[in-house]
């Protein structure tokens, strides 16, 4: 996707709630998309729960700026070490 002019916003990552596994990415043409898989399931044994508000609730993990294609490493902001 980066060869295609697609650019990553922040992931891979995982959301703690759902269990899933999330990719934000920009897409040439303006748009912006999250790529998303692995949902949590709910059966008739499903008990709801109490999340305290806080950044670790929205995401487990997460590369910010996305991995470089060739290194296979975090995209390094500009300026840093």
């Known amino acids: 996707m980066n060869k295609e002019q697609w650019s990553t916003f922040i992931g891979p990552g995982r959301h703690p709630i759902s269990s899933a596994y999330f990719w934000y990415v920009n897409s040439p043409t303006g748009g912006a998309f999250e790529y998303y898989t692995n949902d949590d399931y709910l059966t008739e044994n499903w008990q709801p ?33």
């Not at 109490?50 to 290194?71: K, M, N, R, Y």
């Open 49 to 81: 729960r109490e999340l305290e508000h806080s950044l670790v609730s929205f995401t487990e993990w997460a590369v910010e700026g996305g991995i470089d294609h060739d290194t296979r490493r975090q995209h390094k902001k500009p300026g840093a070490v």
